[in-house]
């Protein structure tokens, strides 16, 4: 199956992606967490209609919690909640819902095929972990494990969730402004910001230390565009070490991931290719 198209549903934009005589073919749109499902599919069938092949299968990759691989049960872009791969599909081509940070780790899993486990942590909008161990991905009883981003810690103004405190959308909450407002303001070296970033980083740190004292992975593996701006991943590796066991630090790589952009996209493409079962 070589003609797959990879399509990443994110919380603020869509990337869709396919590979047509070794080139890469892609393109962004925005979404929102009240994108309506018809202008999602719009944006899908006008990309497909552009490419000079009709697909063999297209992988979805989702944010949210996903039902097997047909049905979201519950994302935070409201529309998708309870929509069916038959939506996007119609019988034209075969289709395959993951969960995004799921697809991710899918991608990264051929990138450490030596590992034993491996933990992917994208960093976005929310936060979210998958973990692969021992061949097999760790799903939990109905598949919806590694809602990093809803684990929850105590503040000073009572429990936060990880996603409020160190995710995208809530770091532009406690900034309170928008994303172009607030990448300017990183870039201007803003004080308000860059302090801002560092206390996300130390959250995200905690995390980490919890990840690999759960799990003991062999790699962490982060991506997300929130885990690249100034300051946010060096405040959390910082902290990270501070408090993980030093042995199971030592033997844990953290690295970035290899394809940031195209992370989740490949992942879905691989998933709906190889048909592999979570």
């Known amino acids: ?23 890469h073919v892609e393109q962004k749109v925005s979404t929102g ?7 999602l599919k719009h944006d899908i069938d006008t990309f497909l209609e552009g490419l000079p092949f009709v697909p063999e299968g297209l992988g979805m990759a989702v ?3 996903v039902e097997g691989d047909s049905r979201v049960k519950l994302s935070d872009i409201s529309s998708l909640t309870g ?11 075969p289709v395959r819902f993951i969960n995004d940070v799921k697809a991710a780790t899918v ?6 095929k030596d590992k034993d486990t491996i933990a992917v942590i994208m960093a976005g909008s929310g936060i979210a972990l998958g973990v692969y161990s021992k061949e097999r991905m760790f799903t939990g009883a109905h598949g919806f494990a590694g809602e990093l981003g809803y684990c ?6 009572g429990p936060k969730t990880l996603d409020s405190l160190a995710g995208g959308i809530g770091i532009l909450i406690q900034a309170g402004c928008g994303i172009e407002e607030f990448l300017e303001r990183i870039s201007s070296k803003d004080p308000g910001a860059e302090k801002l970033l560092t206390e996300a980083g130390f959250h995200f740190g905690l995390a980490l230390t919890n990840v690999i004292h759960l799990f003991n992975p062999d790699v962490i593996v982060i991506g997300g565009s929130t885990a690249t701006y100034p300051g946010y991943m060096e405040q959390a590796l910082e902290t990270a070490q501070k408090h993980t066991l030093p042995d199971m630090f030592k033997n844990c790589l ?13 992942g ?3 998933y709906m290719r190889s048909g592999m079962q979570l």
């Open 152 to 157: 929850v810690t105590s503040t000073e103004n």
């Open 254 to 266: 953290i690295a970035p991931a290899k394809d940031n952009k195209r992370i989740v996209a490949l």
């Open 107 to 112: 991608a990264e899993t051929v990138n450490y």
């Open 83 to 93: 929509i069916t791969t038959d939506y996007f599909g119609g019988g034209r081509f």
């Open 63 to 65: 944010p949210g919690l």
């Open 33 to 39: 967490l009240d994108c309506p499902r018809e202008q």
């Open 1 to 23: 199956m070589e003609r797959v198209v990879g399509v990443d549903i994110g919380c603020t934009k869509m990337y869709l992606y396919a590979q047509v005589n070794g080139e």
């Open 268 to 270: 879905a493409m691989e």
